[in-house]
């Protein structure tokens, strides 16, 4: 599993920010299922919601299916050019 889709990816960055409450959704269940995402144990319960957090396999998956044009502070190879300055 080298490559992520676009939603799990979305979903482990999201993550890495900050633990987050979610229905508990296949999305989920598949990442749990992989170790990359785990409930932490606290639970919203008029909303049916579980708080889920990133474990160390996420982080890493997610380091390293980040691409230089993925992320913002990578500076892309070419600088874009000004219109006025041609």
Same mark, same amino acid.
């Given at each position: 599993?080298?490559? @992520?889709? %676009?939603?799990?990816?979305?979903?482990?960055? =999201?993550?890495?920010? $900050?633990? &987050?409450?979610?229905?508990?959704?296949?999305?989920?269940?598949?990442?749990?299922?992989?170790?990359?995402?785990?409930?932490?144990?606290?639970? @919203?319960? %008029?909303?049916?919601?579980?708080?889920?957090? =990133?474990?160390?396999? $996420?982080? &890493?998956?997610?380091?390293?299916?980040?691409?230089?044009?993925?992320?913002?502070?990578?500076?892309?190879?070419?600088?874009?050019?000004?219109?006025?300055?041609?």
């Amino acid at each position: 599993m080298n490559e @992520l889709k %676009p939603l799990y990816h979305y979903r482990l960055r =999201i993550l890495a920010e $900050g633990r &987050r409450f979610y229905r508990r959704t296949a999305l989920n269940r598949y990442l749990e299922k992989r170790g990359l995402i785990r409930q932490s144990g606290r639970t @919203l319960p %008029p909303h049916g919601l579980l708080e889920y957090e =990133i474990t160390d396999a $996420g982080i &890493r998956m997610l380091v390293a299916s980040i691409t230089p044009s993925d992320d913002p502070m990578t500076p892309s190879a070419e600088a874009p050019s000004h219109p006025h300055t041609a």
